[in-house]
């Protein structure tokens, strides 16, 4: 029981056993800065070892932390609302207000609508302004609190329980060390816990195991296997089990509120996570969850930011650590969000009823494998960029629309599970939609830019740098921007347009890459008309202000094609033909 290292069996395969590995961490730690002091408490870090998360500690738990008589507060708050009676409230238990909360939420938006854009930035303002925030994790005060969920009362049934008998405390705790004290788990210490719990008036020994903190057990879906309809009440679980899920939902849940009326649930799944460090990036990441605009949180939309802003977040960690003088190549696997964190499970709650919201679906999401190997704290701030360039993107696809639909779940295919055919597929259809956004009016539109795009290839996919790199694949990629998106956002500027827009060039392209030699045809000949309109151009201008394509253009383009496949080329020559460079957006 008192030893340097715990186990949290995956008996269930979802989030609970995120839940109970973060809630034995929180326990831990707390208990540890009781006995040592916030300074001195050992180094707790959360890993996955296959069969089970492990909670391992710099130095073991020692049986001096565990006096008789024990007591702190739970580290789980109690929530409360305006139908709350005072004597319902445990003694010696922080409580969070839901009301109150959301009424904070919407002080700081209105504020925050009145104030921005009015040169706050870097002004007493905008202090005030942060004065105003709400706190980082409100989303889950609210997401607890909302009567739907219908997952209140349990919730709060299963913290009041802590403080119920102080006395009883260091039992607690005690049987929970020893329960995870091996990779099996050990039953006995449950067993000789209950004889205690039920020997003490009002204790419960078993809890109701709701469908948020046990996604698996929901009515109808009790069985191990699924050879049967159970339409019975809810199994019950070990209270002590659902205390620590009710503390680690606080380390690790990201809730958000999706297409207006939906919950998206995002729960944390370590690889090898430092406590410490965790709890870190976490308050930076729920600091960019918060400041993301609610208007348009929809659901793929949802899944793809939260993915990016995570990495985001631990980049900025990263970034600052990197200032402190870290070695990269002693800490790689700190400045590697991939290789600390696995992902999200998400759980998704939908209103079936005007009364109660119902999880329609679990699934997980992988971290991307992005970062590649940095080695300085110059390639985290060039990944940041990268990270920025994809967001102002992604921000404004209409998932509403069923091409902007289409195009986000291409993408989250690709950030989610590494799948480069799917950025292909959306850098495709992006090239309409840049096209379309232009001819509606729109002034600018955000695009990828070449920069950027090699240097995600560069951390993510290096078998592609050679094609990327290819001077005849620059040439024809830029050939390709200037006959596309250069002229169109001039048209949509009124500026100036010495050369007219190709539209269709991207889908003509992708459509031809299928067959390596029709590809080669359609590319010589846009090359070939392409010469052609700037010859055509500077004799009757006298200006020419785009560069010619070369015969060794198509020559080391050929070449590219015959080595890596005609569709690979062609995906990459409209991603990089429809992207843009800062410095080019004035051109003609």
């Not at 590995?21 to 070892?49: C, N, S, Y």
């Not at 009016?441 to 995600?456: E, K, Y």
């Not at 007219?500 to 010589?524: N, P, Q």
């Amino acid at each position: 029981m008192y030893q340097d290292t715990y186990f949290v069996p995956k008996r269930t395969g979802t989030y609970a056993d995120v839940f109970l590995a973060f809630g034995l961490a929180t326990m831990v730690d707390r208990l540890a800065r009781q006995a040592k002091g916030e300074f001195a408490r050992p180094r707790i870090v959360i890993a996955d070892a296959g069969p089970y998360y492990e909670i391992r500690l710099s130095e073991p738990v020692q049986e001096g932390w565990i006096p008789d008589g024990l007591f702190f507060r739970s580290p789980a708050p109690f929530l409360i609302n305006r139908r709350t009676q005072a004597d319902q409230v445990p003694p010696d238990t922080p409580t969070r207000d839901v009301d109150k909360t959301w009424e904070q939420v919407r002080a700081y938006g209105k504020s925050r609508a009145a104030l921005w854009g009015e040169g706050v930035r870097g002004s007493d303002l905008e202090q005030q302004l942060r004065d105003q925030e709400p706190p980082g994790d409100w989303r889950v005060v609210a997401f607890l609190g909302d009567w739907r969920m219908q997952a209140m009362d349990i919730y709060n049934r299963i913290v009041a329980q802590w403080a119920t008998d102080r006395t009883l405390v260091a039992e607690h705790l005690r049987a929970i060390l020893q329960r995870f004290a091996t990779p099996e788990g050990d039953e006995s210490a449950l067993e000789v816990w209950k004889k205690v719990a039920k020997a003490a008036r009002g204790l419960r020994v078993q809890e109701t195991a709701s469908q948020l903190l046990n996604p698996h057990q929901g009515k109808g879906l009790n069985e191990p296997k699924a050879n049967a309809l159970r339409m019975d009440n809810i199994k019950d679980r070990p209270w002590p089990e659902e205390f620590l899920k009710a503390v680690g939902l606080w380390a690790s849940l990201f809730p958000r509120q999706v297409d207006g009326k939906d919950w998206k649930a995002y729960v944390l799944a370590p690889l090898r996570l430092d406590w410490h460090v965790h709890q870190e990036v976490m308050e930076r990441f729920r600091r960019y969850l918060r400041d993301e605009r609610r208007r348009d949180e929809t659901s793929l939309k949802s899944d793809v930011t939260s993915l990016l802003l995570f990495i985001r977040a631990w980049l900025d960690y990263v970034e600052a650590a990197s200032g402190d003088g870290v070695d990269f190549d002693a800490d790689l696997d700190f400045a590697v969000p991939e290789r600390v964190v696995a992902g999200f499970y998400v759980a998704q709650f939908k209103p079936l009823s005007a009364n109660a919201y119902t999880m329609v679906n679990l699934s997980f999401l992988h971290l991307p494998r992005w970062t590649g190997e940095p080695r300085s704290r110059a390639d985290v701030l060039a990944l940041k960029e990268v990270i920025d360039e994809h967001l102002s993107v992604i921000r404004e696809v209409d998932e509403v629309r069923s091409d902007g639909y289409n195009l986000l779940q291409a993408y989250r295919d690709f950030v989610a599970g590494n799948r480069w055919s799917a950025f292909f597929e959306f850098a495709a259809g992006y090239s309409h939609e840049i096209i379309r956004r232009y001819n509606t009016g729109a002034r600018w539109v955000p695009t990828f830019s070449p920069s950027q795009l090699r240097r995600l290839i560069m951390a993510a996919n290096k078998p592609l740098l050679p094609i990327v790199e290819n001077e005849g694949f620059q040439n024809v990629a830029y050939a390709i921007r200037y006959s596309t998106v250069v002229p169109q956002s001039r048209k949509a500027r009124n500026l100036e347009m010495l050369y007219d827009v190709r539209y269709g060039l991207g889908a003509e392209l992708k459509r031809k890459a299928t067959v390596r030699d029709e590809f080669i045809v359609a590319l010589s000949e846009f090359m070939q008309s392409y010469n052609q309109e700037n010859s055509q151009k500077l004799e009757g201008t006298r200006r020419q202000m785009r560069r010619n394509l070369r015969t060794t253009d198509i020559d080391q383009i050929v070449r590219l094609v015959d080595e890596y496949g005609s569709e690979v080329v062609a995906s990459l020559l409209i991603a990089y033909g429809y992207a843009r460079e800062p410095q080019e957006t004035d051109q003609p």
